[in-house]
């Protein structure tokens, strides 16, 4: 549940020397704050499927980063029950160096599973990403799809109440795609509940029923997802005429 | 949960022979150096002297600079995983402890070579590593949040040991410090370390008290800072990496 939550970020975040911090207090300047999330306000039930839809840079990761808890919001509340397992961009948190199984093992752990649910769960992991021997290789050795689907089976075994999903189902083949879709569907069918975010409309149409549409991190819309894609599809539709013209 | 994340680090770490060499090199160097081109005739079994400084200050050296740019490093893992943060520095320390325990072998292979006998004051020696890991720990904390807004950090903390390898008592025994500089010394934990552990390993004589008490208060209050400061900055960690 999200109480008016806003999210600001400092702008030339990246500049972290001495010198620079030095020049910076020396001119004086108060540093200017993007606006990644504004006034934002929405409560997700128990057992609700939501997609988050928006041009890039909307604000949409940054809602799924606060909605894990990863960082904190400048103003409002963020409010959020059950263990929640996110699926944000790829391979997240996978150590390069190590192996596919011990990535599986400090991920699951990461995720708060105690080490017997670990080890009773390991072989569930293995057997969903199909990605054969190559669970004892380093995971720097990995292709992009095999590491989304390394990460894509813990994160549904962990068996989280609340899964986040950030446009990470692109990169796997058909095959698996279907099964992560099969897995989702499972997954909600059992109550829980889902906020995903997707550039993909058949995606999202096809997992969720609600929708919120960010643009430049205000809430434009909330409702049932068709509607939602609708004016969405228009708006976008309409800017990208825009900007060929 | 520590121990997964111990993993880790243990995989991308030097082995144990690496682990070995270097102090190993440097108690050769500095024996040579101390007992054929200065010959100091007062200090008995110098390889073994040498070697009780050498291990706290490369364990005390690695564990900081590692601490502290730990956060930076596991950047990753801070965007994307909401594992509470103060794992990260204090793991990064506790990894460390693995070459601790092979050097500490290293230590006592040695002096019991070089004709030390074990005695009963070895007891006091988990308390005074326990200390120290507990210092260190307070340092990876506060410097692992600082070096996630300035950068530069890691380079001040790496000329820090390099000016702290002549201000701990490693090639020179503490008696020959004048005494106006002694209560500084004590201050030090890492000073205080060696001393401790000179009196334990060498002498076979309990660590001096009030040594050992500001080497307790020092650790503790150091952890404590660090843990503060950590708190404070941690909210921040999310949009500054």
């Known amino acids: ?64 980063a606060l909605a894990t808890g990863l960082c904190e919001p400048d103003s409002g509340r963020v409010m959020v029950h059950g263990r929640a397992a996110a699926l944000l961009e790829l391979g997240s948190g996978f150590h390069p160096d190590l192996t596919g199984a011990e990535n599986v093992r400090i991920n699951a752990a990461l995720m708060g599973l105690s080490r017997r649910e670990v080890r009773r769960k390991f072989d569930e992991v293995v057997a969903f990403a199909e990605i054969g021997d190559f669970i004892d290789e380093p995971v720097r050795t990995y292709s992009t799809g095999m590491m989304m689907r390394l990460a894509f089976s813990v994160a549904v075994t962990v068996d989280p109440d609340i899964l986040l999903i950030d446009e990470v189902l692109g990169v796997g083949d058909l095959a698996f795609y279907a099964k992560c879709q099969e897995r989702i569907l499972h997954f909600r069918d059992s109550g829980k509940t889902i906020l995903c975010v997707s550039h993909s409309t058949a995606t999202a149409m096809s997992i969720c029923d609600r929708a919120l549409w960010l643009d430049h991190g205000r809430l434009m819309a909330d409702g049932p997802i068709a509607r939602v894609m609708d004016s969405y599809t228009a708006a976008m539709t309409a800017h990208a005429e825009y900007s060929t013209r | 949960m520590l121990k997964d994340f111990r993993i880790r680090y243990r995989n991308m770490s030097l082995g144990v022979l690496w682990s070995l060499l270097n102090p190993l090199v440097m108690m050769g160097v500095l024996t040579f150096v101390f007992t054929r081109i200065f010959p100091n005739p007062n200090i008995p079994h110098f390889a073994g002297f040498v070697l009780c400084g050498i291990v706290p200050f490369n364990f005390f050296t690695v564990s900081w600079v590692t601490g502290t740019t730990s956060i930076v490093d596991n950047a990753g893992l801070i965007k994307r995983v ?84 002549w201000l701990v008592p490693i090639m020179y025994p503490f008696e020959w410090i004048p005494k106006k500089y002694i209560p500084l010394y004590e201050l030090n934990p890492v000073a205080a370390q060696v001393m401790s552990l000179r009196r334990i390993l060498l002498a076979g004589e309990s660590p001096v008290g009030s040594t050992l008490a500001k080497l307790a208060g020092v650790s503790v209050g150091v952890f404590l800072f660090g843990l503060l400061v950590f708190r404070r900055l941690k909210p921040m960690f999310y949009e500054r990496i």
């Open chain 2, 82 to 165: 909401p594992v509470p943060r103060e794992i990260v520095p204090i793991t990064s320390v506790l990894s460390n402890c693995v070459h601790l325990l092979v050097q500490m072998g290293l230590l006592f292979s040695v002096l019991l070579i070089s004709g030390v006998s074990v005695n009963r004051q070895w007891l006091w020696l988990p308390l005074v590593w326990a200390m120290q890991i507990v210092f260190v720990c307070g340092l990876a904390l506060f410097f692992s949040a600082v070096n996630v807004f300035i950068r530069d950090t890691r380079y001040l903390v790496e000329s820090a040991c390099t000016v702290l390898f």
């Open chain 1, 1 to 64: 549940m999200f109480q008016s939550v806003g999210k600001s970020f400092a702008r030339h975040a990246g500049q972290m020397l001495i010198r620079e911090r030095v020049m910076h207090l020396l001119r004086h300047k108060r540093s200017e704050r993007f606006h990644a999330l504004r006034e934002i306000s929405f409560a997700i039930g128990h057992g609700e499927s939501v997609a988050v839809v928006g041009h890039n840079g909307a604000g949409k990761s940054t809602l799924l």
